[in-house]
């Protein structure tokens, strides 16, 4: 009888081991399954990057949510940049017939130009949610419109998650307006070009690279040294702030120091995120341009440089 007690109690043992093993691996496999990548965007080149973050929501709408929130909160590691605004508001979400409505109270993008890019991080993090598979994605109660002014409609999970680092395969054709002298040099003319831009790129930075390479048309000439370096270039509360390489100062002749200046300033004036331009050369803040033109000042349009 003591016999049978003995084995009886280690078979408990046992039993109990085992099932406190297979609960072990069972919340394991758990926390794996609820563990997605949110996508934000590298400072360093503009690509894609992930982020490790564990669901605690239960229902479809509370995780999508969650995930949101996460994404406008930003990424936790330094040099990663959110692709969603700050101030964007989730005002509803809603799950009919396997579609996914998520409702904005206002653009979720930073920059009118970054909504695909930020549509894009959003569809690559929810997509991970079982139960994500079509998408829609309204401001107010109008469906979302791409760069082209077109309704996006539902969107399929598959044909947007990406892989990081992948972000310069996206590109948008858009028409840019630039501005280059005249023969003279006295004057600006306005150039209007398509080309098909990177997603990866903010279009201050494209548009600057594209001033400095000069007119592809005859009757313009190039206002800015070939050999100009763009340091860096970034925008916050309505104001462009360029730093160039010291080649912005060298001469480019017969070309007035107005039109020089202006051929920045009013180029990338056509932005609608800003409407002033502050200009810097390798870190410093120079007064003038040639002696002539006061740049450590913000910068506006000057219309009167254009020619009639």
Do not use: W
């Not at 894609?48 to 909160?73: A, D, H, M, P, R």
């Not at 994605?137 to 999970?157: A, C, E, L, S």
């Not at 912005?248 to 202006?262: C, K, M, P, R």
């Amino acid at each position: 009888m003591y016999k049978k007690l003995i084995v009886y109690i280690l078979l408990m043992l046992l039993l109990i081991s085992t099932l406190s093993s297979c609960n072990k691996k069972r919340d394991e496999f758990k926390v794996a399954e609820n563990v997605i990548d949110l996508y934000f965007m590298s400072s360093n080149d503009y690509s894609y990057v992930t982020e490790k973050y564990e669901l605690q929501g239960f229902s479809l709408t509370s995780k999508i949510e969650e995930v949101l929130n996460q994404l406008i909160k930003g990424p936790k590691e330094v040099g990663n940049i959110a692709l969603l605004s700050r101030e964007v508001e989730i005002t509803n979400i809603l799950i009919e017939n396997d579609i996914v409505k998520i409702v904005f109270a206002s653009e979720y993008a930073n920059k009118p130009q970054d909504e695909f890019i930020a549509r894009t991080s959003i569809l690559s993090s929810i997509g991970q949610i079982e139960g994500v598979s079509n998408v829609e994605f309204y401001i107010d109660d109008q469906p979302i419109k791409d760069i082209n002014d077109k309704i996006v409609g539902t969107m399929h999970i598959n044909n947007y998650i990406v892989s990081t680092g992948n972000l310069n395969e996206f590109k948008r054709n858009t028409n840019i307006k630039l501005y280059f002298a005249n023969e003279k040099g006295t004057k600006l003319i306005q150039q209007v070009i398509s080309a098909d831009i990177p997603f990866s790129l903010p279009m201050e930075y494209t548009i600057t690279e594209l001033l400095i390479k000069g007119p592809i048309s005859t009757g313009q000439y190039p206002t800015i040294n070939p050999d100009t370096k763009i340091n860096s270039i970034r925008t916050k509360n309505g104001v462009c702030y360029i730093d160039l390489s010291k080649e912005f100062l060298e001469d480019t002749s017969n070309i007035s120091e107005e039109v020089a200046v202006y051929s920045l300033v009013n180029t990338l004036a056509e932005l609608s995120n800003f409407n002033k331009i502050r200009i810097y050369i390798d870190g410093k803040s120079p007064e003038f341009y040639h002696d002539e033109v006061k740049i450590n000042v913000l910068l506006e349009r000057n219309l009167d440089v254009i020619e009639n």
